[in-house]
Each structure stands twice: as C-alpha cells, then as structure tokens.
C-alpha cells in the first residue's frame, strides 16, 4: 500500500468513530490479531472486539463526542495522528479504577496515537492522552 493508503485508513477509522459506524470500522479497518494499548490507562486491548471495547468506551461516556483529526505522519507501515477529542460526559464511563458517573460536563482532550498497518488494516495502536486532564475537566480533581 501506498503512504497515503494508509493515511486513508486511518482516517476512515475515525470518520467511522465520528459516524458511530464502530462495528463497521472494527471488521474492516482492524486486523484479527490487533494489540491496542491505552498508554495512560495502562490497559491492552485484543483483536476487533478488544478495539470496539476501547473505543466504545468513549463513545458510551461522550454519545455525543467527536475527533477531529489535526495531524497524521506516515512512515512506511507507521502513522502518527494527532486529534482533539470532544464530548459531553452524560454516560457512563469505564476506567481501570472503576466506573464514573455522569457528570454532564464538557470534555476537550488532546490525543496522539501511534498506529502501525499491516496489509491494509490497523495491526498495533498505542493511544496517548492526559488522562488527568480528563479528570479535571470532569471535576474530579482540582
């Protein structure tokens, strides 16, 4: 594939985020043997379902949350993307330490993610982000 093929990849996987069409992009877009990794969380998530997990978690704290893409670096088989994440927090939202309720709150976060493909679909993502930057903007720390 050519580098900007994989851009395109990895750009429809968060077009697909901002359509909610996960399950789509999870079965088209994810390699079966996917790793992703959520860096702050400290947690691993494995093949399509494992993806849809971690990016469904958002998606149930933040219905109404959106990326937009600001920046994407392509090296061979290796993007780099960087993104603003935005969302209202009016469901539940599941973290390694438990669960957090609701809050109502806005929430604007800035994301980077290092992805590598392997023909044609996302085989390894680490995903980067302030994770206490999120607890603040929930109101959970000062």
Not at 37 to 53: A, D, I, K, L, N
Request: hydrophobic share 40%; with cysteine.
């Amino acid at each position: 594939m050519t580098l900007q093929d994989n851009a395109q990849v990895v750009l429809d996987l968060y077009e697909a985020f901002n359509k909610r069409e996960i399950a789509h992009a999870a079965s088209t877009l994810i390699a079966d043997s996917v790793e992703w990794v959520s860096v702050p969380f400290g947690t691993t998530f494995h093949g399509p379902e494992g993806y849809r997990q971690f990016v469904e978690g958002w998606a149930t704290a933040m219905p109404d949350s959106t990326v937009d893409v600001t920046r994407v670096i392509v090296n061979g088989d290796s993007v780099v993307t960087e993104f603003t994440g935005r969302g209202t927090h009016t469901g539940p939202f599941i973290t390694p330490a438990g669960e957090i309720p609701p809050t109502g709150r806005q929430v604007e976060l800035q994301f980077c993610e290092v992805l590598q493909l392997r023909d044609g679909k996302v085989a390894r993502g680490h995903s980067y982000f302030d994770s206490t930057t999120v607890l603040r903007q929930l109101g959970l720390i000062p």
